[in-house]
């Protein structure tokens, strides 16, 4: 009977555990190791963050789904990987520490056949000093985060209805996030809170962000076709951001934020400081704290995972020049290249380099938006994952496997602009590919049939369908799988 182990139970591992139990068959073991009790849909975390939506709306127990399913749930923290076993034992295992309120603090060792890895995001407050919750910003990245980003932004509101003008800045705390959708969404439905709330003009909104130019989003920017002619994403945001009345720091790196004060550099080296009462500022990512030891117990976690911390696959990490990468450097198995009987799928595996031209200041700090990786390819890779095991369990470990690179798939991404049924709006792009392959599309990267911007209340029922949709999915309810990744 083969063991499939699944670290992580965000998108990407939740997707991979429901689709292991139904491809796989009975003969093979699904577990799941994960920290959390819950699964949360983190793209609503935006409408929390606002106060539109309740905590409990974005989030549901995994227990009892698991329990359904079949698959073997352990509430803990996935610590080390021995890929080899160790002294003791042949099997290769993962080391975790329980966080189950039952068996808080206990180690456990889980054997696996196939690993796979799915552990996200560490969010990385510590780069900036001052940063995050802990510090004196808010973020948005957790359903409680948004919960607390929700209370300050009612207190900025109370603080304008009785006639203090507030500074909102809003954006990414380091030179180096991703996410920067995640932050546009965010600045657009506080505009909107502003509105309903009729305190508009008591504010003034301020975005910052790492992106060289408005619309660039971490990749590198989107050109498109809109009623028949070609436009950019640059042109098309920097248009809403004068709508709305919204100023933007671009090409910035946060060196630390203080009571009020957000410390910033920008591409040509200078420096400044921007004031704010309220500040959601998104945090760098890195891998998530992982080791790895061979059999004889010796440290080889440089071998298995990149120093931004996240685990290498079938990618070229050889670092060559941003001029001269190709499409084919980015993976397409998701399969470490020491123990192909491990994946990293979503946002855990290492990318080989930036999408968006990365910048320095003449200071030599890095300015460069890292490479998003969305919902939409973390749940095909989590799926594909599951079909290569399924390969390699029927036909051995030579076996083809299927393959997704992320400059051979398309994206689409729903940024919500305001949530409301009637007046809500948002922007929806597709794109395709994600990763631009400028030897098959050699103007723009990508294909200008399938890559398309709207904005409008149109954009606002997707987002929120898709809200429903994918809850419905995640908790596996009659007909889930028909629901695309
Ligand atoms: C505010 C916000 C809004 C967003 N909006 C959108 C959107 O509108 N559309 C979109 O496509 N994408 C959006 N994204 C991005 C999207 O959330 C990610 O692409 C997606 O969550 C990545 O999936 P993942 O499974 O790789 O990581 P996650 O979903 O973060 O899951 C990681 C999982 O690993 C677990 N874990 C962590 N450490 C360990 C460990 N040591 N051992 C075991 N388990 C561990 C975590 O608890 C979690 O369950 C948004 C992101 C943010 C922050």
Redo the contacts with the bound molecule.
């Keep these: 009977m083969a063991r499939v182990v699944i670290?992580?139970?965000?998108?990407?591992?939740?997707?991979a555990a429901l689709h292991a139990k139904r491809l796989l068959g009975k003969e093979t073991q699904v577990v799941v190791?994960?920290?959390?009790s819950n699964?949360?849909w983190?793209?609503s975390?935006?409408w929390v963050?606002v106060g539109k939506m309740q905590k409990e709306q974005v989030i549901f127990p995994l227990g009892p789904i698991y329990k359904r399913k079949g698959i073997e749930f352990h509430q803990?923290?996935?610590?080390s990987i021995y890929p080899e076993g160790n002294s003791e034992t042949q099997n290769p295992f993962v080391e975790?520490l329980y966080t189950d309120p039952s068996r808080k603090d206990q180690i456990g060792r889980i054997e696996f056949d196939f690993l796979v890895n799915?552990?996200?995001?560490?969010l990385n407050f510590q780069a900036t000093p001052g940063l995050g919750p802990d510090g004196h910003t808010v973020s948005?990245?957790t359903a409680n985060h948004?919960v607390e980003a929700a209370a300050s932004l009612q207190e900025s509101i109370s603080r304008m209805k009785a006639g203090q003008k507030q500074l909102i800045a809003i954006g990414v705390g380091h030179g180096t996030c991703t996410?920067e959708?995640?932050a546009f969404?965010?600045t657009f439905n506080v505009d909107y809170e502003l509105r309903q709330a009729g305190v508009r003009d008591m504010a003034e909104i301020c975005y910052i962000t790492n992106e060289f130019e408005l619309g660039d989003f971490g990749v590198g920017g989107m050109i498109f076709t809109q009623q028949g002619f070609q436009t950019t994403s640059k042109l098309w945001t920097e248009s809403l951001f004068r709508e709305r009345n919204i100023k933007a720091i671009l090409g910035a790196h946060v060196e630390k934020v203080e009571a009020g004060a957000i410390h910033y550099e920008l591409v040509d080296g200078t420096k400044s400081i921007l004031n704010f009462d309220f500040a959601m500022l998104?945090p760098p990512f890195r891998g998530?704290?992982?080791q790895a030891f061979n059999k004889a117990g010796e440290d080889i976690s440089s071998q298995i995972f990149a120093t931004s911390g996240f685990m290498k696959v079938d990618a070229d990490y050889s670092g060559k020049p941003y001029e001269e990468w190709r499409a084919e450097d980015w993976p397409s198995t998701y399969r470490n290249p020491s123990y192909p009987n491990i994946f990293a799928?979503?946002?855990?595996f290492a990318p080989p380099h930036q999408i968006s031209k990365p910048r320095k200041s003449p200071n030599g700090t890095l300015i460069a938006p890292s490479p998003?990786?969305?919902?939409?390819?973390?749940?095909i890779m989590?799926k594909l994952a599951i079909m290569s095991i399924k390969e390699l369990i029927k036909n051995g470990k030579d076996a083809e496997v299927p393959t997704a690179s992320m400059a051979d798939m398309g994206?689409a991404?729903?940024?919500?602009a305001g949530s409301g049924l009637r007046n809500g709006s948002a922007a929806s792009m597709t794109m395709y590919p994600i990763v631009p392959d400028r030897v098959k599309y050699p103007n723009t990267g990508r294909s200008i049939p399938d890559t398309f911007g709207e904005i409008g209340l149109s954009g606002h029922w997707i987002?929120l369908l898709l809200h429903y949709m994918f809850i419905y999915k995640a908790k596996a309810r009659p007909g889930w799988s028909l629901i695309p990744e």
């Design positions: 670290m992580g139970a965000g998108i990407a591992g939740h997707t190791i994960s920290p959390n699964w949360n983190i793209p975390n935006i963050g803990a923290l996935a610590k975790v799915a552990t996200g995001p560490k948005v990245c948004a996410c959708g995640a969404e965010y998104l998530v704290d992982l799928v979503g946002i855990a998003p990786r969305t919902g939409m390819p973390s749940g989590g994206a991404c729903v940024a919500s987002k």
